[in-house]
T-cell receptor
Framework: KNEVEQSPQNLTAQEGEFITINCSYS?????LHWLQQHPGGGIVSLFM???GKKKHGRLIATINIQEKHSSLHITASHPRDSAVYIC??????????????FGQGTRLTINP | SAVISQKPSRDICQRGTSLTIQCQVD?????MFWYRQQPGQSLTLIAT?????????ESGFVIDKFPISRPNLTFSTLTVSNMSPEDSSIYLC????????????FGPGTRLTVL
């Protein structure tokens, strides 16, 4: 079993729908990251959070430390949101020296 | 945020040749990382490259196959040596700022195809 699990692996939705991508982790963490990877391969860091909730535009990320679970939500989805979304955990340790543990990614396709 | 650039963005290479990928960060960083992403897979850490010391390789990766240079605090190179089709992947450079060690920035990736 992977230390970081995402669901679903693939998600197709219509433009305008509310999207939720889930991430569960079995390791202790000091932070959890949500990353976005576009078809060209480049990765953008969307959020880094260790508690509560963060919002940026139409994107919302939440984390429940007790349940070891995080969600990424997209409101009013748009075809340009189509990408692979990756959850990654930073284990505790010497700050800056920890190695990210990656989920397998969720491929999101938003149809017009 | 940090801006990371990589060159080349993509390349098609012949079996048995080598390719050097360059990574440039717009500010000084202590820790840089090289990842590989094979088709349909998640990211796998190849090595950690700290300026002033030898790169630290993860299990399954060796210096002879993936030599890394880190000549200064803003630049690193990864060479994929004696390539085979199994090396076809996206190679990503990543860095952490010293002042924000929990935040990790990624480059645009180099898409390598080996024929």
């Amino acid at each position: 079993k992977n230390e970081v699990e995402q669901s679903p692996q693939n998600l197709t939705a219509q433009e305008g729908e509310f999207i939720t991508i889930n991430c569960s982790y079995s390791v202790g963490i000091s932070a959890l990251h949500w990353l976005q990877q576009h078809p060209g391969g480049g990765i953008v860091s969307l959020f880094m959070l260790s508690s509560g909730k963060k919002k940026h535009g139409r994107l919302i990320a939440t984390i429940n430390i007790q349940e070891k679970h995080s969600s990424l939500h997209i409101t009013a989805s748009h075809p340009r949101d189509s990408a692979v979304y990756i959850c990654a955990a930073t284990p505790p340790g010497i700050q800056g020296a920890q190695k990210l543990v990656f989920g397998q990614g969720t491929r999101l396709t938003i149809n017009p | 945020s940090a801006v990371i650039s990589q060159k080349p963005s993509r390349d098609i290479c012949q079996r048995g040749t080598s390719l050097t990928i360059q990574c440039q960060v717009d500010s000084q960083v202590t820790m840089m990382f090289w990842y590989r992403q094979q088709p349909g897979q998640s990211l796998t850490l190849i090595a950690t490259a700290n300026q002033g010391s030898e790169a630290t390789y993860e299990s399954g990766f060796v210096i002879d196959k993936f030599p890394i240079s880190r000549p200064n605090l803003t630049f690193s190179t990864l060479t994929v040596s004696n390539m085979s089709p199994e090396d076809s992947s996206i190679y990503l450079c990543s860095a952490r700022r010293d002042r924000a060690p929990d935040t990790q920035y990624f480059g645009p990736g180099t898409r390598l195809t080996v024929l």
